[in-house]
Each structure stands twice: as C-alpha cells, then as structure tokens.
C-alpha cells in the first residue's frame, strides 16, 4: 500500500503517480550488462540500459513502496563494481570519444548509506560499507589532485558536464560528493564497530571540507566556483552547484549568510520556481527546450537533482524555513509532471516525460524532508522531524501509512504548526523532534 499525503498544491493521484513513473522505468528483464537483478533505467528514450546515478537515484523514492525490491537492486552494484573500486557510469562502460576509464556523479553514497541504515541485514550493512569503502578509494587514487587534494571531474561525473579530460577542473558538486560519502562511510564503519576507519573517513571528510573552503571559495563573489586544476584558476562560471556546500557545513556561517543571500536573490529565479541550474547573468545562461541537449540543458534549466541537494544544504545550515519552502516548491511544480527537467521560466517540462529520479526525488521531498520521516534499524527507531515553511504551519497536512523497515507503518500530522505521529504494527520507537 503506498503513503497516503495531504499536503497544499499537490493531490493524492499526482503522488501515486510518481510510483507509477518508476514502475513503468523498472526492467524485470535481466540479466542487462552485468545487473543481474531487477533495477530501474532512467527512462524515456535512455532505453533500459542501467546508469549508475538514474539507477541508483530511482531506489530513494520507491524504497517506500518496496525496500526488499531496493535493497536486492543496489545489490547490482556490488556485482558489477571493477576491482579498482570504480563504478562505470552506464552499463557499457564506454563514452565516446572518450579511452579513460570514467564514473558518474556519486549519488549512490548516500543511497547505500541510506539503504543500509534501515537495514537489519548485517551482511547487506558490510556490502554497502565495502561499496563506499572501495568506491572512495577509486576517487581517490585516480581522481584527486596532489596539489590542492580536490578530486576532478569528467563528463557526468559533473554537472553541467565537463566534456575535455579528468585532472583538469575540479567542480564543486563532485567535491561535496566526496564530503558526504566519506561521512557516508565513517556512519557505517562506526555500525560495524571500525573505529579506525570510522576516524580515518571523518578525517577525510575534513580534508576535502577544507580544500573546497581554500581553493573554491571566491571572497569577492561570495560564491564557490569549480577550479581549473591545469591553470591553477577558478572557472567564472556561477552554477546553482555554488549553493552545494551548505551542506554537511561545509561552508562557514558567514559564507553560507552570503550563499544564502545570493540563493534568494533575482539569479536563481528563487521567487518563481525552483532553484535554475546556473545564473540567469551568467553568459552561459540557456534556455533548453525540447529533448535533453547535453551542456545547455544543464545550463538554466530546474531540475530535482540540484534542488533537493540544496534543500538538504539550507537544513544542514540552519535555514530550515527555506530549506521548507524549496522542498514545497520542487514538489509542486514537478507533481504530477516529472519531466527530466523545467523550463526556469514558465515551469514547462522538458526531456524525458516520465523520468525516474525526478519521480523518485520528488516522493523522497515529501516523505523525509517535509514530513521528515527518517528510520534507524540499528537502535530501532523512527525519527520525525519536519521541516516547516510559513505556508505549512497553516492548516491541516498529512502523511499516513508510510511503511517502516521490517513491517507496520507510521503516520504524521502537521496542524497550525503542531506535530503529532503514531505507529501502527512495528517496534520501532518514535521519536518526534
């Protein structure tokens, strides 16, 4: 049975219907290059080939229908995992004209560390740690930069991609990845009682904190901005990514002030949809209609991937009444409409029409940030903390029947501010914050 919501702008059918997108993205036909469980392709045109971020992205939104089925699929990327630790970007494993060996952005960090965290499976808990263990390694022996100790990034190992070689430009969004997965890895390791390696990737967590502070940061821009790696310059090139390392704080109380400032200004279109993809002064700034188009797509264009890491960011930071109003602004304009991207603006979609991590982003927008349903198998407990706007501390809303780890579910109620929950069939502990 799916979560039943109530919530302003959005109905109950356009909800249900995100878990329709990634039913119809789910291929049950396997084995497809190396994934020998089911899984979801991203959708649309992309076939049913895997990718390592649509793949992984898709398991956040529909683990709340099915976490066996989310728990067995991820289990495809232990198998095709290369003995290096990296995991190749789609199933063929080869992006022309391109003969290095290339990954993707890393989502698939906090997917498994999430996955893990609501599982009792010991065994499942140990795979997912190796994956991340392993994963970072390859990042850090291929990837990262003697110098400044930044990672670089190449095509989508990047957004807005970077189309010449790696060990040219580090970009900010890979380096926040490598913040979080470290953090990632230090939660599970200290689950399995490794101390050490507990201590060794919160360590690494703030190497890369301070490297992204000291040589990403522009004082005079108030902003982050990638690193051209071979000329030893940032890149004067304002991406919506600047606003990343309001994350796992990252940035300072003054920087993110001053992110912040910038986020809610005129650039991002922050008063009339969601976060766009660079800044609307910027020369680079594209309109992208139409079928995806590669770099202008990503060059102004709304899309969930960029806006639900922002989201986490302000709730990382503080800012939890912005942190609420992205969150119910991404939902509603993608309800319903879970196009791969938005026009930035007049809101029309674009891409691929039924698209399986903007489905999964958005139900994931809903249930863990703005009801803030987050569940801990370990210590068996479910924790609620919502993250309110003004609008939302007005009126009724709802989420009810959202399945639990293990069986049973739980059910949250927001009124005029006020929260309340109940569980029904589970032993887990609820804990309201």
Known sequence: MLPKIHLPGLSQAGFEDAFAVLEECR??????????????????????????????????????KDRAFAENSL???????????????????????????????????????????????????????????????????????????????????????????????????????????????????????????????????????????RWMWNEEKGAYYPLRLDTGRQEDFLM???????REGIAPKDRAARLVSLLTGDQFGWDTYPVRSVAASDPRFTVSEGPYQGNPSWSGSVWTLLNDGIVEGLKDSGYTELAGALALRTAEEFHGKYFEFLQPFNGSGHGVVRYAWTASQYIRLILEVIFGIEADAQTK?????????????????????????GGGSISVYIENGKVSARTEKTDYVLRLE
């Open 27 to 64: 291929v049950d036909k396997v084995p497809v290059l190396g994934f020998t469980r089911p899984f979801f392709a991203p959708g649309g045109a992309y076939g049913n080939c895997w990718w390592n971020i649509d793949s992984a992205l898709a398991l956040l939104g529909y683990r709340w």
């Open 75 to 213: 289990r495809n990327f232990f198998d095709i995992q290369k003995q290096d630790g990296r995991i190749p970007l789609w199933g063929y494993d080869h992006v022309d004209p391109y003969n290095e060996e290339i990954s993707s952005l890393p989502k698939v960090f906090e997917v498994a560390h999430r996955l893990a965290a609501e599982s009792d499976d010991e065994a499942f808990v140990r795979s997912c740690y190796t994956l991340l263990e392993r994963y970072l390694g390859w990042w850090l022996r291929f990837r990262r930069d003697e110098k400044t100790g930044l990672v670089s990034a190449v095509f989508e190992e990047t957004f807005v991609p970077w189309l010449h070689k790696s060990g040219e430009r580090a970009a900010v969004d890979t380096n926040v990845e490598m913040v979080i997965g470290a953090r990632c890895a230090a939660s599970l390791a200290r689950r399995l009682g490794e101390k050490d390696s507990a201590a060794r990737f919160e360590a690494l967590a703030e190497e890369f904190t301070a490297a992204v502070n």
């Open 240 to 246: 919506a990514s600047a606003f990343l390392p309001l």
């Open 381 to 405: 407990t479910v924790r609620v903390k919502p993250v309110l706007c003004d609008r939302l501390r007005r009126g009724r809303w709802s989420a009810e029947e959202v399945a639990l780890p």
